[in-house]
Each structure stands twice: as C-alpha cells, then as structure tokens.
C-alpha cells in the first residue's frame, strides 16, 4: 500500500519532443508528490512537487499533471533537451507523518541530439 | 553556501566488516535521512532524525544504526555487511521534520562489498 509504482523504466525521446513519465499510488494517505531528477554520480535533486489539491503544476519546461481520482501522477518535460538525460523518480509522502519519501523505480530518460 | 556533504564518496569493504558514512546537512538544516539506492531502483528510506533524535526507522536490520551529533551532522552505521549492501547511500537534509518541503541530497557514498 506504500507502494509508488513508476513507467516507463526507460524512455527514449528526440531533442524538441515531449517526455511524459506516469507513477501510480494506492494509498490515500499520500499528499505531497515531489519528482526528483538524478544524474549519474550525484544524488537525486528536486524538479518540481505537487500536492492532491491541484490538478497541474507548471515550472518552465517540467509540468506535473495529477489525477486524484484515478491515484495517478506525471511529469511531462516539453522541448525535451540532450541536457535533461538522467535518471527521473517520482515520490511521496504520508500525511501527518511525512517523516520519509517513498520513491518509484526510476525512469531513465535519454535525449537524442 | 555548501550543500549536503558526505564522506567517503567511495568505500570498498569485505564481508562481516563494518563501516560508518558521514553526513554534514545544509547550515541550519535540523533534519537529516538516510536512504539506501541500490543500483538500478529507487532510493529506500533507513532511518530519519530530527533534533537528535530517531524519528523514523525503515524496514532494515538492526545491522544498520545511525545518530546525529549537536551539530546535526550525522553517521549510518552497518555492522557484519553482506554482499548485498553493497549499494549508493545517500543523506537527505532539511529544515523541518518533515520530508514535504524541500529535501536536499548529497552525491551518496557509494560502499561497494566483496
């Protein structure tokens, strides 16, 4: 139930296109959802974070879109760059207790020139 | 202003050792975790503390301890290590207790075991 479940496990975009990552969750109790970028070597950084009282979330070039209904949430990256080829995680929080981020499997993106 | 730092970055150690990875959280940061990324998945929370205290502790073996000094800094130790902790692992800081406002990581100690 703790569970954040995230695909594609890896996806392959070319320069200018739209990458579009999806995570689902099964518990209710979630209600902060960060998106977390890694590149290798280095730790994960904070992209951009939703919580469930809004639809979307825009931040130049990174949007999250969440569904509360269907318990679903996606990071789309517009105008996809070389640049932006790492490793993507989406994450979550308990309410009342969000002492630990619970993370998805990753995503690793890569930007084709 | 320095991020979070941790040290070592790379860390080779044999069967039934054991090992202490160190931690220094962003000035003024109160909070810091623990997590351990194994290669290929997700990160996995180990332990979190605030104020010097345990305040929450993940699905790990007692193998695993850690404790924070009055200078929030803070060490992960693992005792009799396995083949399978071989691992990234990774120190998160922030302000408050609680993870829902930004968290900052550092680039992890990566502990290979052989």
């Known amino acids: 139930q703790q569970q954040v479940k995230q695909s594609p496990q890896s996806l392959i975009v070319q320069k200018g296109g739209i990458s579009i990552i999806n995570c689902a969750y099964e518990?209710?109790?979630?209600?902060?959802f960060p998106w977390y970028q890694q590149f290798p070597g280095k730790g994960p950084a904070l992209l951009i974070a939703?919580?469930?009282?809004?639809s979307e979330k825009k931040e130049g070039r990174f949007t999250i879109s969440f569904n509360k209904s269907a318990k679903q949430f996606s990071l789309h990256i517009m105008d996809s760059q070389p640049g932006d080829s790492a490793t993507y995680f989406c994450?979550?929080?308990?309410?009342?207790?969000?002492?630990?981020?619970?993370f998805g499997s990753g995503t690793q993106l890569t930007v084709l020139p | 202003d320095a991020g979070v730092t941790q040290s070592p970055t790379h860390l080779i150690k044999t069967r039934g050792q054991q090992v202490t990875l160190r931690c220094s959280p962003i000035?003024?940061?109160?909070?810091v975790s623990w997590y351990q990324q194994v290669l290929g998945q997700g990160p996995q929370f180990i332990f979190q503390?605030?104020?010097?205290?345990?305040?929450g502790r993940g699905n790990f073996p007692d193998r695993f301890s850690a404790r924070q000094f009055p200078n929030y800094s803070s060490e992960l130790n693992v005792n009799a290590l396995l083949l399978g902790d071989s691992a990234l692992y990774l120190c998160?800081?922030?302000?408050?207790?609680?993870?829902?406002?930004?968290?900052?990581f550092g680039q992890g100690t990566r502990l290979t075991v052989v």
């Open positions: 998160a800081s922030s302000i408050g207790q609680f993870m829902n406002t930004e968290a900052f």
């Open positions: 518990n209710t109790a979630f209600d902060y």
């Open positions: 939703i919580r469930p009282d809004v």
């Open positions: 994450a979550a929080t308990l309410s009342g207790s969000a002492r630990q981020l619970t």
């Open positions: 000035s003024g940061h109160k909070s």
């Open positions: 503390y605030y104020e010097k205290e345990e305040r």
